[in-house]
């Protein structure tokens, strides 16, 4: 009997093992060719691993601030000025959609087979250094690699779209590599495949002109080694920091604007910056109308052109839609991930999801929208990848 009710879950933990070595294997690839289907990889990942969707105790705590922010962002589409004509334009509606998928996408690599999530794990560091070959390549042809791809299998791009699109994927490798050196490492490859990531990341960047991935590499190296040197207090750092960011970006921008040379600063630096710092104060200068509530989902649509599209900051979109209310939930759902990551010894998976979570936090601060589908998406990667990071595999288990 016993072993007749096993086989079912063997044959699920067979079927999510499949399922989560083909999204890593194809994680590299997309995010080199179009890092904008990254949504359609995950979500077919949760679609495949419906049937594995659970909450643990120790997730409830993370899910319940998830759902909190999740019917806030709702609640306050009702009294924003951006009103979507499009399904596909509905943030409410998307985020509704997303958040399920991604769950089940983070259950189904924790249920996967052993021997599958190490098959995974090595395809995802050796699809990571092969990437970082890639990007050294597009910059030594530049972007005469994707360029051809695009020309031969979809249609005529321009050369200047190639170069933003290869500059891009190097915001895709800088946030994985972190990761992807720990697969290198719990799988017993080699761990200069890291180089390749790291120089494929720094040449693309310098190259086409992506200022936050070069400064991504310092960070992630400082933060992984500090977590992995003090793997119990240098993530409780990392949380209260992350905390404080979201806490107080918008004083931040204030203290420097009352201190005299916001406009300075803001002339002396290249124009993709200085643009950057004039979203941000128009930000600041918005939100004071509705502090505590915000101006509701998406709103910072509404106000070109002072922004356009969003702040490029993540903390003072959320301040600026869903007000203090929302901040306060991004800040305790940030410090609780964070926080979760302390250890009593060194360990992989803790130091790579330190640094990886660190880069996010700065690309959120400097580059993406709060509710870009490929950049939740990425972070739903992320969380997928510690999660088997995380495990024993077989001959560790077996030790």
Not at 14 to 27: D, K, N
Not at 210 to 237: C, N, Q, Y
Not at 257 to 273: C, D, N, T, V
């Amino acid at each position: 009997m016993s072993a007749v009710a096993a086989a079912p879950r063997d044959r699920l933990a067979g079927w999510c093992g499949w399922v989560v070595a083909t999204v890593l294997a194809l994680t590299p690839l997309v995010g080199w060719l179009g890092p904008l289907g990254l949504p359609i990889l995950i979500g077919v990942a949760g679609l495949a691993g419906l049937p594995t969707l659970r909450i643990s105790d120790e997730d409830r705590p993370i899910v319940v601030l998830l759902l909190a922010a999740l019917l806030w962002a709702a609640v306050s589409s009702l009294w924003s000025p951006f009103h979507p004509t499009k399904i596909d334009h509905n943030t409410a509606a998307k985020l509704g959609l997303q958040a399920p998928l991604y769950w089940a996408a983070i259950c189904a690599a924790r249920r996967a087979d052993p021997q599958l999530k190490q098959a995974a794990l090595l395809a995802f560091a050796l699809g990571s250094a092969l990437f970082g070959v890639v990007l050294l390549a597009e910059a030594a042809t530049d972007a005469g690699l994707y360029e051809r791809l695009h020309f031969a299998f979809y249609q005529p791009i321009r050369h200047d779209f190639a170069e933003v699109n290869i500059g891009h994927a190097s915001f895709v490798l800088a946030l994985i590599w972190p990761l992807a050196l720990a697969a290198a490492w719990k799988t017993r490859l080699s761990g200069w495949v890291a180089l390749a990531m790291v120089l494929g990341v720094l040449a693309a960047a310098i190259r086409f002109g992506s200022d936050a991935p070069v400064i991504s590499v310092p960070l992630a190296a400082i933060v992984f080694l500090a977590a992995w040197r003090w793997p119990s207090g240098a993530p409780k750092v990392l949380a209260w920091l992350a905390a404080a960011y979201w806490l107080l970006a918008p004083a931040m921008v204030v203290a420097l604007k009352e201190s005299g040379r916001y406009e300075a600063i803001q002339q002396a630096i290249p124009l993709s910056w200085s643009m950057r710092m004039g979203f941000w104060s128009h930000a600041v200068e918005w939100m004071r109308d509705h502090p505590m509530r915000g101006w509701g989902l998406d709103a910072s649509r509404a106000f070109g052109p002072g922004i356009i599209l969003h702040p490029h900051d993540d903390a003072l979109q959320v301040w600026l839609e869903l007000g203090a209310a929302g901040a306060g939930l991004a800040a305790a759902l940030w410090w609780l991930a964070l926080r979760r990551l302390a250890r009593p010894a060194s360990n992989l998976a803790t130091a790579g999801a330190a640094a990886s979570a660190s880069v996010y936090l700065l690309f959120g601060a400097l580059n993406f929208g709060a509710w870009q589908e490929w950049w939740l998406a990425l972070g739903a990667l992320l969380v997928m990848l510690v999660s088997l990071i995380a495990a024993p595999l077989p001959a560790q288990a077996s030790t």
